[in-house]
């Protein structure tokens, strides 16, 4: 039970001190030192930074899921598009309560930090990025079969805009420093799925 420990505050410290200060500008010694373990327990688990790294990573995609698995079963698909939008404000919000800082989001921070530089963190962001937008597609394609998007609807290109949209909406945030910018932009993600900002459960007339 203490090895375990010991991996999952490594992790835990990786995930905070990465996200806060940047791949780059986080050593092994700064991680062992925030999770209380010595450099022989760090190495024991993992081979390197990129392995821990990539730990943190499958870690950040369990949370992901668990958040898409606590939206409510009894709402559609074209309502609980809009709530994984919220979920991701709320987490930025909470960001900067517990900080002072919008951080961003983790995968896409580490992403644009170091995809150039590490082909098997690029590789774990990419994999964390596709399946973020594969779930966002099965709601896109359900959203279709309950008739709350058009039959035509490409279902994959929507999932990935959506995505982009998100992404793009947290950088902002983090650049400002603040937020606002997410409830703010919230309207245009709706605009994607053909609602009405004022009436988020109406389909914009046409």
């Avoid at 098997?120 to 399946?131: H, K, T």
């Amino acid at each position: 039970m203490a090895s375990v420990d010991t991996r999952q505050r490594l992790i835990e410290a990786a995930a905070q001190l990465v996200h806060s200060r940047g791949y780059n500008a986080v050593g092994v010694k700064h991680v062992c030192e925030a999770a209380d373990a010595n450099k022989g327990s760090f190495y024991h688990f993992f081979d390197s930074k990129e392995a821990l790294m990539a730990a943190v990573l499958a870690e950040r995609r369990e949370k992901i899921r668990a958040v898409r698995e606590a939206l409510p079963r009894t709402a559609r698909a074209i309502e609980q598009l809009p709530m994984m939008y919220d979920a991701a404000a709320l987490g930025i919000l909470t960001q900067y309560q517990e900080s002072g800082h919008v951080q961003g989001c983790p995968i896409g921070s580490v992403g644009a930090e170091i995809a150039t530089q590490s082909e098997a963190i690029r590789q774990a962001v990419c994999e964390a990025l596709d399946e973020m937008t594969a779930a966002v597609e099965q709601l896109a394609e359900r959203a279709v079969e309950e008739g709350d998007l058009d039959r035509g609807t490409d279902t994959e290109a929507l999932a990935q805009r959506l995505l982009a949209y998100v992404q793009g909406a947290t950088l902002l945030a983090k650049s400002k420093n603040d937020p606002t910018v997410m409830q703010e932009l919230k309207n245009g993600y709706l605009q994607l799925l053909g609602l009405d900002p004022n009436h988020p459960q109406r389909q914009r007339s046409t």
